[in-house]
């Protein structure tokens, strides 16, 4: 069973930075796809950052430049570096796993099979 339980979320003002991790188990990350998803209230949920077993990011438009994703396999774990946040980058993040190593879809949803509890972020203005 995959289990992936989320981390590092909270409260930060406009232009600061948070690290999101994602601690993964029953599941190796360096050879799923792996993603950071957000839902803000009222919103579809969208994606952020993927990565691929090749270890290959694939970034949404509106985080590309800002957020860094990586893995590290010894701790098999998924992280999200935030740098620069702003207001809209305020809402629930969420990591997720892919049956598959790749994905020509790395950012869809309909990717993955495996998701996170999730973690709150809120950034203020």
């Known amino acids: 069973q995959v289990q992936l339980v989320e981390s590092g979320g909270g409260s930060v003002q406009a232009g600061g930075s948070l690290r999101l991790s994602c601690a993964a188990s029953g599941a190796t990350v360096t050879r799923s796809c792996m993603a950071w998803f957000r839902q803000a209230p009222g919103k579809e949920r969208e994606g952020g950052a993927a990565?691929?077993?090749?270890?290959?990011?694939t970034y949404a438009d509106s985080v590309k430049g800002r957020f860094i994703i990586s893995q590290d396999n010894a701790k098999n774990t998924l992280y999200l570096q935030m740098n620069s946040l702003k207001p809209e980058d305020a809402a629930m993040y969420y990591c997720?796993?892919?049956?598959?190593?790749?994905?020509?879809?790395?950012?869809?949803?309909?990717?993955?099979?495996?998701w996170g509890q999730g973690t709150q972020v809120t950034v203020s203005s």
């Open positions: 990565i691929d077993n090749s270890g290959t990011p």
């Open positions: 997720s796993a892919a049956r598959s190593g790749m994905s020509s879809m790395p950012l869809s949803k309909y990717e993955y099979s495996y």
